[in-house]
């Protein structure tokens, strides 16, 4: 099926990362993660296939959807707010956003 691999893509964390206190986004109780919307994501794909297989379901093999703006920091879950990033610039973005950007209106 191959949703797993994206979905388990989607959950790295901003853990460490102060969550913008004016959003509390849904969480999964068991995880602690938050809860994306599959659908969004589905939009983006059919709109952006992945980059290593050109395909828009399945794995995508070493690259990763991250949110532009964090949905920790109120970004919305939307297509637009999503993009491809390899897994290292995917954890180097992570790790480098100490605080939430600010929020477009
Ligand atoms: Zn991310």
Redesign the pocket.
């Known amino acids: 099926m191959g949703f797993f691999t994206v979905f388990v893509a989607?959950t790295?964390g901003?853990s460490h990362m102060t969550p913008s206190p004016s959003c509390h986004p849904k969480r999964n109780p068991k995880t602690g993660h938050i809860v994306r919307s599959r659908n969004a994501l589905r939009s983006f794909r059919a709109m952006h296939p992945c980059p290593a297989t050109g395909q828009t379901r399945g794995a995508c093999p070493g690259y990763?959807?991250?949110?532009h703006v964090?949905l920790e920091c109120c970004g919305p879950d939307t297509p637009t707010n999503m993009e491809w990033?390899t897994h290292a610039e995917?954890v180097a973005?992570?790790e480098n956003m100490k605080v939430c950007p600010a929020v477009a209106e």
């Open positions: 989607l790295l901003a990763e959807v991250n949110h964090p990033l995917h973005f992570h």
